[in-house]
């Protein structure tokens, strides 16, 4: 299995990103994915959800300003996060059941 995430950086608040996650080694159309971030000095939280049917959840903070989503067709999982908040800087981890990839760096400053 391996999950590889792509798409951080440096933004200033109020930007936007788009992290990607591209998946292989297993049936990704019928997993449950998520999107997870550890700040320094925090543990790593639950940011977003999205099952195979493509139901979404997401952490409170986050609610309307992420959207995770899915291409099944490309196995890569999603998130694009708008409105972004200093708050927001963090390792952002893609998570397949059982599984973690190696984490994006996301980091909001002006």
């Known amino acids: 299995v391996q999950l590889v995430e792509s798409g951080g950086g440096l933004v200033q608040p109020g930007g936007s990103l788009r992290l990607s996650c591209a998946a292989s080694?297993?049936?990704?159309?019928?997993?449950?994915m998520s999107w997870h971030r550890q700040a320094p000095g925090k543990e790593r939280e639950l940011v977003a959800v999205?099952?195979?049917?493509?139901?979404?959840g997401y952490e409170d903070s986050v609610k309307g300003r992420f959207a995770i989503s899915r291409d099944n067709a490309k196995n890569t999982l999603y998130l694009q996060m708008n409105s972004l908040k200093p708050e927001d800087t963090a390792v952002y981890y893609c998570r397949a059941p059982g599984y973690w990839g190696q984490g994006t760096q996301v980091t909001v400053s002006s």
């Open positions: 080694g297993f049936t990704f159309s019928s997993a449950v």
């Open positions: 999205i099952s195979s049917a493509g139901s979404t």
